[in-house]
């Protein structure tokens, strides 16, 4: 049984910092592609960040600078380092692990974590 448990979440003022998790379980973690995503309230989800099985980043505009997708393969777990937050940053964060085979795509969520920056 596949899970991905985000975790680290919670309630930070503007110009502060976090840090999410997400820790995977029955799959082969190193060869899946790690995504971060958020959706806030009316919004349609976007990406934020991801990571290749090769360590390959890639981010959103609006995080660029600020926000750094890590993985430790040894612990099965990816990690968002969100800097220098902003109210729009608001949202509940979901990580994706996919890969793509001879079956084609297959990818899998977590539950996602509620991140709310605010005064």
């Known amino acids: 049984q596949v899970q991905l448990v985000e975790s680290g979440g919670g309630l930070v003022q503007p110009g502060g910092s976090l840090r999410l998790s997400c820790s995977a379980s029955?799959?082969?973690?190193?060869?899946?592609?790690i995504g971060w995503y958020r959706q806030a309230p009316g919004k349609q989800r976007e990406l934020v960040a991801t990571i290749t099985s090769g360590g390959s980043t890639n981010y959103a505009d609006s995080v660029k600078g600020r926000f750094t997708i890590s993985r430790d393969n040894t612990k099965n777990t990816v990690y968002l380092k969100m800097n220098s937050m902003k109210p729009e940053d608001t949202a509940v964060y979901y990580c994706n692990a996919g890969r793509i085979s001879i079956a084609g795509w297959s990818d899998y969520w977590g539950q996602g974590t509620q991140v709310t920056v605010s005064s």
């Open positions: 029955g799959i082969i973690f190193s060869i899946h592609a």
